[in-house]
T-cell receptor, first 113, second 110 residues
Framework: EAGVAQSPRYKIIEKRQSVAFWCNPI?????LYWYQQILGQGPKLLIQ????????DSQLPKDRFSAERLKGVDSTLKIQPAKLEDSAVYLC???????????FGEGSWLTVV | KNQVEQSPQSLIILEGKNCTLQ??????????LRWYKQDTGRGPVSLTI?????NTKSNGRYTATLDADTKQSSLHITASQLSDSASYIC?????????FGKGTMLLVSP
């Protein structure tokens, strides 16, 4: 079974530039999460999708972050404009209908300089 | 407020030794508790998941315990190996929430 795919793995941008991350969850998984993980900390939820609908985006900084999952499969997370404090790993995760195991992608490492 | 506290923050042990990591939580309502291993530069990988009625679960050299009354969990690693060096994250599920601990960074030294 293929895992959660994320790209790009690494990205370095200057502050005020924009960046987009892509996630392809495990086939058939309806629930998709985006997390932000700052070095030395646990992941922080940014947004949760159920199919193509948003379940929770209360911690998403909506002035600069946006996310979509138009067809209920792939998802993109965009940051515009980026700030230095956005430097982190952005993890995508998906959950099957059993709801027991969350599968994480390898993450997209963002450095804002 | 839902919180998950992990201790110690970091730990160094010699290869072959055992160690125990702690997780205390205040998540309510409680659904399940998971332990994840996160290698540097990789995404978290599930080790164990326990529901309210389970008080121990093993996965190879990893054994997790859960005391739902005191809201505490531990992850015991037996006969540690160099490849166990990683961050170990405790995640507690509520009704529709996931609360992450900050993780314990384990370094296994030769």
């Amino acid at each position: 079974e293929a895992g959660v795919a994320q790209s790009p793995r690494y990205k370095i941008i200057e502050k005020r530039q924009s960046v987009a991350f892509w996630c392809n969850p495990i086939s058939g998984h309806a629930t998709l999460y985006w997390y932000q993980q700052i070095l030395g900390q646990g992941p922080k939820l940014l947004i949760q999708f159920q199919n193509n609908g948003v379940v929770d985006d209360s911690q998403l900084p909506k002035d600069r972050f946006s996310a979509e999952r138009l067809k209920g499969v792939d998802s993109t997370l965009k940051i515009q404009p980026a700030k230095l404090e956005d430097s982190a790993v952005y993890l995508c995760a998906s959950v099957g209908y059993s709801g027991n195991t969350i599968y994480f992608g390898e993450g997209s490492w963002l450095t804002v300089v | 407020k839902n919180q998950v506290e992990q201790s110690p923050q970091s730990l160094i042990i010699l290869e072959g030794k055992n160690c125990t990591l702690q997780c205390n939580y205040t998540v309510s309502p409680f659904s399940n508790l998971r332990w994840y291993k996160q290698d540097t530069g990789r995404g978290p990988v599930s080790l164990t998941i326990m529901t309210f009625s389970e008080n121990t679960k093993s996965n190879g050299r990893y054994t997790a315990t859960l005391d739902a009354d005191t809201k505490q969990s531990s992850l015991h690693i037996t006969a540690s190996q160099l490849s166990d060096s990683a961050s170990y994250i405790c995640v507690v599920s509520g009704y529709s929430t996931l609360t992450f601990g900050k993780g314990t960074m384990l370094l296994v030294s030769p």
